[in-house]
């Protein structure tokens, strides 16, 4: 569980990078420091030549040491003048209203299932960051992830975006039957969903098991964003299976395909569910699936 965050703004293009703790000392800090300053090189090829912060945890002799080993200088505002770094301190403050935001949205859509635990509250701030990046400002025009990257986007992963912290239920990456509506159980496979992978170079969303807690990449999820699964008092089950069926036609992501050369010879499938959104049946099938696999296999050998 992580207990804080150290919250990196790029003066030049205002881009926000958030780097999650399990505690705030200097070593952790440093280690935020040193991963952020890693990725930053990776996604634009850009090194920190200075740092301006608080007299907070930034004063630690560690954190120090480690801006004089890379060749950085650093400055600090005032004591009590968080004005000196107005840019800076409204944005993060921005990227936590829109994370507070979120989360009692959340919870006042929906109170089940741990849906509204404060301790969500990392992803919720991942994912204001990962908006904020990724709107235009209004005297420029332009993203701040435009500005960091220098390319040009079409926007279309905020047309992909979903509300954070609604419910979504989770399918298998294939369909079996071209592109009709497999059959699958509403309350096994609702899971949550928490914003977007950062392990993926598309927009793969992080969805949170109800039932374990555990959060996992999901490749091909039905996005409920006005939570009306969630309250159904008085609908029947053939006014919840269409209210199902249309979520499954408008708001379904795929995010993964199977991928053939130009010989037709399948190259990548996308990996098979967890057998945590499976049921019991679904489980017995698989492993009799895997079983049947291991017999050929061992007979060609």
């Known amino acids: 569980m992580f207990h804080g965050c150290t919250i990196f703004r790029d003066a030049a293009t205002k881009y926000i990078h958030v780097q999650n703790q399990v505690s705030l000392g200097a070593g952790e800090t440093v280690n935020a420091k ?14 920190i030549k200075h740092y301006h912060g608080d007299n907070g945890i930034f004063t630690a ?52 299932f741990g ?74 496979r609702m899971g949550q969903f928490l914003g977007f992978s950062k392990q993926h170079s598309s927009t793969v969303a992080l969805v949170r098991n109800l039932h374990t807690g555990y959060v996992s990449p999901q490749y091909h999820v039905v996005f409920d964003d006005n939570f009306e699964t969630v309250f159904h008092d008085g609908k029947s089950d053939d006014q919840l299976q269409k209210l199902c069926n249309d979520l499954f036609a408008n708001n379904r992501d795929c995010y993964v395909e199977e991928e053939y050369d130009e010989d037709g010879v399948l190259l990548y499938t996308p990996p098979p569910l967890d057998e945590v959104w499976l049921s019991e049946p679904e489980r017995c099938e698989r492993r009799h699936a895997l079983d049947k696999q291991r017999i050929r296999t061992e007979r060609r050998e």
Request: charged fraction near 25%; charge should be negative; aromatic fraction near 10%.
């Open 115 to 188: 849906s509204d635990d404060l301790s969500l509250w990392s992803f919720a701030v991942d994912h204001a960051a990962w908006l904020y990046n990724r709107i235009p400002q209004r005297t420029s025009g332009l993203t701040p992830l435009e500005m960091l990257t220098k390319c040009k986007t079409d926007h279309s992963d905020l047309l992909r975006t979903h509300v954070w912290g609604c419910p979504v239920f989770v399918l298998e990456p294939k369909l079996q039957d071209g592109k009709k509506l497999p059959k699958w159980n509403r309350r096994a």
């Open 61 to 112: 002799e560690l954190f120090r040491e480690s801006c004089t080993e890379e060749g950085q200088t650093q400055s600090f505002s005032g004591v009590g003048a968080q004005h000196q770094n107005a840019e800076a301190e409204r944005a993060i403050q921005t990227v936590m209203y829109m994370a507070r935001s979120f989360m009692i949205h959340t919870a006042l859509n929906w109170g089940e």
């Open 34 to 47: 040193v991963s952020f300053e890693s990725w930053l090189w990776e996604e634009a090829r850009v090194a």
